[in-house]
């Protein structure tokens, strides 16, 4: 009995592992170019608009509207405090 469990692990393991291997390249297949969506918003489109010009999904569009926003956020500098004396 304890070898047929190791086997039912180990090949619930091996099919987790191919099923990892599989799914990277296809994530890695779909990606969106933010700075062609930038250019599109920066020009007044809206992001339905960009979508169905870009052939992408809407969400994508304000996925890149969100990294741009919080790339701006990060690259303000912030004030540093009084020194007092």
Not at 22 to 30: D, E, F, N, Q, V
Request: glycine share 2%.
């Amino acid at each position: 009995m304890k070898r047929i469990g190791w086997l039912m692990v180990s090949a619930a393991f091996a099919v987790t592992l191919m099923l990892s291997m599989i799914s990277a390249p296809l994530c890695a297949a779909y990606q969106v170019n933010c700075d062609a969506v930038m250019n599109e918003f920066r020009q007044g489109k809206e992001p339905r608009q960009i979508a169905s010009d870009l052939k992408i999904h809407e969400n994508s569009v304000h996925r890149c509207i969100r990294a741009a926003a919080r790339a701006q956020r990060r690259a303000r500098p912030t004030a540093s405090p009084a020194t007092i004396r």
